[in-house]
């Protein structure tokens, strides 16, 4: 996705450059590429936000209660993934 928002970039870069005066290809620049580009990222960055704000408080939870359900917590975290071991030789 970053790709796609430097290239968005660029282009906006390219036609600041083209106007006419420098004031012109400022406000070109920023309303119409670094604007809605960042809220665009902002926007789609949210999920993973959310994401990171409930593991923080998953583990700050884990860490106040006692020692021993602390580490309970943290090995049934991988039980339940998917096993990756690969034994099939190459």
């Known amino acids: 996705m970053y790709i796609v928002a430097i290239g968005w970039l660029y282009v906006t870069l390219m036609m ?3 106007e006419k005066n420098i004031v012109a290809g400022v406000m070109t620049f920023v309303f119409y590429g670094l604007a809605p580009c960042s809220v665009l990222l902002w926007l789609m960055g ?3 936000r959310g994401r990171a ?3 923080a408080a998953k583990f700050n939870a884990a860490q106040n209660s006692s020692p ?3 580490a309970e917590n943290l090995m049934n975290q991988h039980t339940h993934e998917a096993d990756r071991a690969d034994t099939k030789p190459d």
Request: glycine residues 8%; charged residues 25%.
């Open 16 to 18: 600041a450059v083209t």
């Open 46 to 48: 949210a999920p993973g």
């Open 53 to 55: 704000k409930r593991k």
């Open 68 to 70: 021993s359900a602390a």
